[in-house]
């Protein structure tokens, strides 16, 4: 049987605490993005809803509601489009 991987070959990577440390707060970090961003979605979809239901009441405010949020997710389209971009000079460390 033909064997392919070859384990003697090279020795493994020095691995330390340190650098355990750091990818568990890069990790840490991610998951603190990714919550902020989900909760900036969930409030803008909570406006949106506000805006629905405010709209046969007071259809003035639900149409700045509206407009305030039609910028606000054109900005944070903006933003997240700078941020794809310049995804691989920027790090999480």
Known sequence: ???????????????NEAMLRRER?????QRVIAAAAVGG?????CLLALAFFLFPVAPRAALILSAHLTLSVMG???????????RRTLSCS
């Open 76 to 86: 944070a389209g903006a933003v997240a489009l700078v941020f794809m971009k310049q």
């Open 1 to 15: 049987m033909n064997q392919i991987y070859h384990f003697d070959s090279y020795s493994p990577p020095v691995l």
């Open 25 to 29: 707060d890069r990790r840490r970090q």
């Open 41 to 45: 979605a969930l409030t803008l979809f």
